[in-house]
């Protein structure tokens, strides 16, 4: 399964979901990556 079907399936705007992930990831602790995950992911 794709990231933008799990944001679907999740009730995300893919489009929305992929910006903010991309935006956060380089500043995300690794121990809390998980946050960025379709299921764990609130808007930023």
Known sequence: MSLIQSARMN???PYAYL????T???????SEIEQLLPHQW???
């Open 42 to 44: 609130m808007p930023g």
């Open 11 to 13: 009730g995300h705007d």
């Open 24 to 30: 956060r990831l380089p500043t995300q602790k690794a």
């Open 19 to 22: 910006k903010d992930v991309l």
